[in-house]
């Protein structure tokens, strides 16, 4: 049973940057796909990136517009998203998931089934 906690939320400044961690504390995170998803109320949750476990690739949404990189750190068993020149509208709740797959495709949301709780990124000035 694979469990992920995410951490590295906050508020962030216009044009500033973020870093987000996913870790799965008593399983290796390493040998699945993760996922970076956000969502903001009211609207459907919306895939950023995703990172395969069996040969690191990785697949960027149109939503990241480049903005975003997925990585992975397999001594520290994590999975980090990278923002740079974050904006108002990145205003989310951000979530890691994964399928227990372990090869990333585009897919909807909706097949992904094990998630963190989600950490609030809140870009302001």
């Known amino acids: 049973q694979v469990q992920l906690v995410e951490s590295g939320g906050g508020s962030v400044w216009p044009g500033g940057s973020l870093r987000l961690s996913c870790a799965s504390p008593?399983?290796?995170?390493?040998?699945?796909?993760v996922g970076w998803f956000r969502q903001v109320p009211g609207k459907e949750r919306e895939e950023i990136s995703c990172?395969?476990?069996?040969?690191?690739?990785?697949i960027n949404s149109d939503a990241a517009k480049g903005r975003f990189t997925i990585l992975r750190n397999n001594t520290k068993n994590m999975v980090y998203l990278e923002g740079n020149d974050i904006q108002p509208d990145d205003t989310a709740t951000y979530y890691c998931?994964?399928?227990?797959?372990?090869?990333?495709?585009?897919?909807?949301?909706?097949?992904?089934?094990?998630w963190s709780q989600g950490t609030q990124v809140t870009v302001s000035s």
């Open positions: 990172i395969s476990s069996s040969d690191g690739n990785t």
């Open positions: 008593g399983s290796n995170l390493n040998r699945v796909l």
């Open positions: 998931a994964t399928d227990g797959g372990t090869v990333c495709a585009r897919r909807h949301y909706n097949v992904f089934d094990i």
